[in-house]
């Protein structure tokens, strides 16, 4: 996976074992999942609180690393404030 793809794994709680990637395009992120290995990736257009989280703690290991900005993480800790003013962060 290219360095702006992010993903993870992670059971629904009808207990269904998805694969999530995000991709950071642009200023946006892109969230894709599906269920096997061989099934066809298909876009999450409104993904849950629980998958931005997981962004976002992978976005925080990778800022120690140096692969990303702690500009990028402020961003995103933003971008998830604004669609779930609720969560706390």
Do not use: C, N
Not at 20 to 40: L, N, P, T
Not at 53 to 78: C, F, G, K, S
């Amino acid at each position: 996976m290219p360095k702006a793809e992010i993903s993870w794994k992670r059971i629904t709680d009808e207990g269904v074992k998805l694969q999530v990637y995000a991709r950071h395009i642009g200023r946006e992120w892109k969230f894709f999942r599906r269920e096997k290995r061989f099934d066809i990736w298909q876009a999450t257009p409104e993904p849950p609180l629980e998958d931005w989280l997981e962004l976002l703690d992978a976005v925080q290991r990778l800022v120690t690393r140096r692969r990303y900005q702690p500009d990028d993480e402020e961003r995103l800790r933003r971008r998830i404030r604004e669609r779930f003013p609720e969560a706390e962060i």
